[in-house]
C-alpha cells in the first residue's frame, strides 16, 4: 500500500492526493482527523498551564502525562519510518509547519479519486499518523518545562501537608489572632450572634508549657467585653459543640500587664476551647430593678478592671452598657420594686457616669467629660469627684478661668485634698504665664514696648536727682532757721 501511495504521489501535480476519494464518508473522517490535528496542537500550546492546574492536586494525571509523553516520544519514531507521511507532509514535521499540514488535509477532501483505489484503512492510517506527527513535535518542544512544573508542584504539595500551614484561619488577618478547627460542630447555623449568653470550657497554655486561664464552664454576653477580646473575636466564629486551637498575641489576651501571679506581662497564649452552649442574651426591657441593679454594677466592675489596666477605651465601652442596663427610659418597675431599689439604681447610674466621665478624661475627649459629669452633677451638686473632673476638662480646653472656679468651689467641699490643691498650684502659676504673655502681646501690638523701657530709665534719673535736691533743700531750711533765730535774739538785748 505504501508503494502503491507512493507510485502515484509522483503522477500527481498536487501533494498528497493518493487514496482519497470525494466519498462523503472518508471527507468527513479527514476533518474529524484535522479537527484532531488542531485541537492537538491547541492542547500542546496550553500544556505548561495544564500541568500547573490539573496535575498539581492529582497524583494520577501527574502519572498519566508522564506516560503520554513517553509515547509521544516513540510515536515520533516511528513517523520518520513512514512513507506515506513522508511524503504528505514535508512541511509538516517542525512546530513552525503544523498549520500548512492541516491546510493540506482539508484541501484533500475536495480532490477526485476513482472509487477503486480507495482503501478507508489506509486513509484512516495516515491520517493518524498525521496526528501522531503534529502531537510529537509540540510535545518535544513542551516536555521539558512540563517536567520542571510537574516537579515544582509536587513541591508545592508537600509544603500544604505540613500541619503548621494548614487549617489555620487569621481571624483579623494581622497574624496575630489565629484559630483552627479541631472537632466540627453542629454545623454554621449554630454559631451565636452578639448580645447572645455563650458557655464555653477553655484551657490556656503559656510558651513554657504551664496551663493557665482554665474554666470547665465560662458563661458571659458574646462581645459585650465581659472576657479578653480574642474570646469575643474567636467564639463567634465557632459552631456549637466545637472544639478548636486558638493563638492569641498579648494584644487580645492579657497585653503588657499581664495577670497577676499566672500570667506574665507581653504573654502569647495557646488556647484549646469548647462552644458548649449558645442562648439568648437578658431582654433589658424585661428585668426588674434588682436585676439591674446587679447586672449595672457587675458591668460596672469589669470596666473598673479595665480602667486599672490602663485599657481605658474598652473600659468607656463597658460603662457605657453599664449605664444602658440602669437607663431611666429602659426602667421596668414591678410590684416588688420600692423607693429605696429606684434610689440604689439612680446611686449606681450616677457612679457609672462618673466613672466613664474618669476614663473620657484619660483619652482626652473633654467634651464628652463635661457631659458625663453634668449628669452626675445634676443630682449630686456637690460630688467632689465630678467637680474635680470637671475642672480637669475644662483646664485641657484652654478654659483655665473656668477651671480655676470650678476647682476652688471643690476644695470648698474638700479643704484636705492634695490632688486638688495641686491642681490649683499649677492652674495659678499656668494664669501668671499667660497675662504676662497677653501683657507683652499688647505691647508688641501698640508698639510701646520701647517706651515703656525708655520711661523707666528716665523715672530713674529723676528719683535720684530728686532725692539730692530735698536733701539740699532741707539743709537750707535748717539754715535759714538758725539765722532767723539768732537776728532775734540780738535784737530783744539791744545788741
Known amino acids: 500500500m505504501a508503494e502503491h501511495t507512493t507510485d502515484q504521489s509522483h503522477d500527481s501535480n498536487k501533494e498528497c492526493t493518493t487514496d482519497r476519494g470525494d466519498k462523503p464518508e472518508l471527507a468527513r473522517q479527514f476533518r474529524e482527523a484535522s479537527n484532531m490535528a488542531e485541537h492537538t496542537t491547541d492542547q500542546s500550546h496550553d500544556s505548561n498551564k495544564e500541568c500547573t492546574t490539573d496535575r498539581g492536586d492529582k497524583p494520577e494525571l501527574a502519572r498519566q502525562f508522564r506516560e503520554a509523553s513517553n509515547m509521544a516520544e516513540h510515536t515520533t519514531d516511528q513517523s520518520h519510518d513512514s512513507v506515506s507521511v513522508d511524503e504528505c507532509t514535508t512541511d509538516a514535521n517542525s512546530t513552525k509547519d503544523r498549520g500548512d499540514a492541516i491546510e493540506l488535509l482539508e484541501q484533500n477532501d475536495k480532490m477526485d479519486v476513482p472509487k477503486e483505489d480507495i482503501d478507508q484503512n489506509s486513509v484512516k492510517k495516515e491520517s493518524l499518523d498525521v496526528i501522531k506527527t503534529l502531537q510529537s513535535n509540540t510535545t518535544e518542544d513542551n516536555h521539558s518545562a512540563a517536567v520542571r512544573d510537574l516537579q515544582a508542584t509536587e513541591s508545592e504539595a508537600a509544603v500544604s501537608e505540613n500541619p503548621e500551614a494548614d487549617g489555620w484561619m487569621d481571624v483579623l488577618g494581622n497574624g496575630l489572632l489565629k484559630m483552627k478547627k479541631i472537632k466540627p460542630g453542629d454545623g454554621i447555623d449554630t454559631r451565636p450572634l452578639a448580645g447572645q449568653l455563650v458557655t464555653i470550657s477553655c484551657s490556656g497554655q503559656l510558651d513554657n508549657g504551664s496551663t493557665v486561664d482554665t474554666h470547665e464552664a465560662l458563661t458571659f454576653i458574646l462581645q459585650d467585653s465581659d472576657v479578653i477580646t480574642g474570646f469575643d473575636l474567636c467564639i463567634a466564629l465557632m459552631e456549637l459543640d466545637e472544639v478548636s486551637q486558638i493563638i492569641m498575641d498579648p494584644k487580645y489576651a492579657y497585653g503588657k500587664i499581664g495577670r497577676e501571679a499566672d500570667i506574665p506581662p507581653d504573654a502569647t497564649i495557646t488556647y484549646y476551647v469548647q462552644l458548649t452552649k449558645v442562648q439568648d442574651g437578658p431582654q433589658l426591657d424585661k428585668l426588674s430593678t434588682a436585676e439591674r441593679i446587679s447586672m449595672g454594677d457587675q458591668k460596672r466592675d469589669r470596666g473598673n478592671y479595665l480602667f486599672a489596666r490602663q485599657d481605658y477605651s474598652l473600659a468607656i ?106 491642681e490649683l498650684s499649677r492652674i495659678v502659676n499656668k494664669r501668671k504665664a499667660e497675662d504676662n504673655r497677653e501683657k507683652k502681646l499688647y505691647q508688641k501690638m501698640l508698639g510701646t514696648q520701647h517706651l515703656v523701657n525708655e520711661n523707666k530709665g528716665k523715672e530713674s534719673n529723676w528719683v535720684k536727682w530728686g532725692m539730692l535736691g530735698a536733701v539740699v533743700t532741707g539743709l537750707l531750711s535748717v539754715s535759714l532757721v538758725v539765722l532767723y533765730r539768732t537776728s532775734s535774739f540780738h535784737q530783744m538785748n539791744g545788741v
Open 317 to 422: 465601652n463597658v460603662y457605657s452598657k453599664a449605664i444602658k442596663i440602669v437607663d431611666n427610659s429602659q426602667t421596668y418597675k414591678g410590684k416588688e420594686d420600692s423607693e429605696q431599689s429606684l434610689d440604689e439604681l439612680l446611686d449606681v447610674r450616677v457612679k457609672c457616669h462618673n466613672n466613664l466621665a474618669a476614663a473620657q478624661l484619660k483619652v482626652e475627649a473633654y467634651d464628652a467629660t463635661l457631659k458625663s459629669c453634668s449628669y452626675v452633677l445634676q443630682y449630686q451638686p456637690e460630688n467632689v469627684k465630678a467637680l474635680f473632673r470637671r475642672g480637669k476638662a475644662y483646664l485641657g480646653k484652654g478654659e483655665v478661668g473656668k477651671a480655676e472656679k470650678i476647682l476652688r468651689y471643690a476644695l470648698k467641699h474638700d479643704p484636705e485634698s492634695k490632688i486638688i490643691q495641686n
